[in-house]
């Protein structure tokens, strides 16, 4: 079954609204999946969590890793 909810500080979460929306291709109009309707709060916990991922772990100074990470 297809994820909708967001991955924010290694946790898969609902927006905090609990909205979702319908992901549509716009070229077929195709319904793809829902996706969380994630809100500017959501937003923020996400920047929170990366910023202290990048702060406080390895992540800022392994290349090998987030290089691994992206492949």
């Known amino acids: 079954m297809p994820e909708h909810r967001m991955l924010i500080d290694g946790s ?3 927006a905090t609204s609990g909205r979702v929306f319908d992901n549509v ?7 793809l999946g829902t996706t969380a309707d994630g809100s500017p ?4 916990r996400a920047v929170a969590a ?3 991922a990048f702060d406080q ?3 800022s100074h392994d ?5 691994a990470a992206l492949l």
């Open 12 to 14: 898969l979460v609902e």
């Open 25 to 31: 291709n716009p070229a077929t109009e195709e319904v």
């Open 41 to 44: 709060a959501d937003m923020a």
């Open 50 to 52: 990366a910023r202290a």
């Open 57 to 59: 772990t390895a992540w």
């Open 63 to 67: 290349h090998a890793g987030r290089h």
